[in-house]
T-cell receptor, first 112, second 111 residues
Framework: SAVISQKPSRDICQRGTSLTIQCQVD?????MFWYRQQPGQSLTLIAT?????????ESGFVIDKFPISRPNLTFSTLTVSNMSPEDSSIYLC?????????FGSGTRLTVV | GQQVMQIPQYQHVQEGEDFTTYCNSS?????IQWYKQRPGGHPVFLIQ?????EVKKQKRLTFQFGEAKKNSSLHITATQTTDVGTYFC???????????FGKGTKLSVIP
């Protein structure tokens, strides 16, 4: 299965700033997914990123707040913009495999 | 939209006891997947069930997919401390690539 390198693994950020999270996959993948996981909670899909097209956002998530880039088939970034304490969460990228989905190790974001 | 309900939310067991978590979807699924997330870790794929009534085993873990392809269960026999973590089911509808996750069952094993 694919191996995903996600960074940073954690960060503490000031409110009003932005953080860009990167995911690098060791093989070419068509779709990448970005999830948010509040502490102790389930995973919520933020958006789906296809190479060469605009990301598709789920209800409650907008491009201005969570811009996504997908410049090639092995890389994607998610930016959390104009952060507030409510954005404190774990952010995970994921790819679809023949069997199941593979997740990055996650970015634990704390906004102060 | 599609909902996947999972119970129980928490389960505390003595080491050696069995454990079961249940998943119910509001819609018929193309397949259902199970993931394990260790404390501080990320979800790791365990298994995928595709066929109606399918049963799969991985050592002490038994996974079932209901006849209507709307419910599933994960049963662990004789739990060990290494089983600690949160188990998530995730459903996929036909024609969709988006997983819908259940809320997870957090398993604690008391040695």
């Amino acid at each position: 299965s694919a191996v995903i390198s996600q960074k940073p693994s954690r960060d503490i950020c000031q409110r009003g700033t932005s953080l860009t999270i990167q995911c690098q996959v060791d093989s070419q993948v068509t779709m990448m997914f970005w999830y948010r996981q509040q502490p102790g909670q389930s995973l919520t899909l933020i958006a789906t990123a296809n190479q060469g097209s605009e990301a598709t956002y789920e209800s409650g998530f907008v491009i201005d707040k969570f811009p996504i880039s997908r410049p090639n088939l092995t890389f994607s970034t998610l930016t959390v913009s104009n952060m507030s304490p409510e954005d404190s969460s774990i952010y995970l990228c994921s790819t679809q495999e023949a069997y199941g989905y593979t997740f990055g190790s996650g970015t634990r974001l704390t906004v102060v | 939209g599609q909902q996947v309900m999972q119970i129980p939310q928490y389960q505390h067991v003595q080491e050696g006891e069995d454990f079961t978590t249940y998943c119910n979807s509001s819609t018929t699924l193309s397949n259902i997947q199970w993931y394990k997330q260790r404390p501080g870790g990320h979800p790791v794929f365990l298994i995928q069930l595709v066929k109606s009534g399918e049963v799969k085993k991985q050592k002490r873990l038994t996974f079932q997919f209901g006849e209507a392809k709307k419910n599933s269960s994960l049963h662990i026999t004789a739990t060990q401390t290494t089983d600690v973590g949160t188990y998530f089911c995730a459903g996929l509808r036909a024609g969709s690539y988006q997983l819908t996750f259940g809320k997870g069952t957090k398993l604690s094993v008391i040695p």
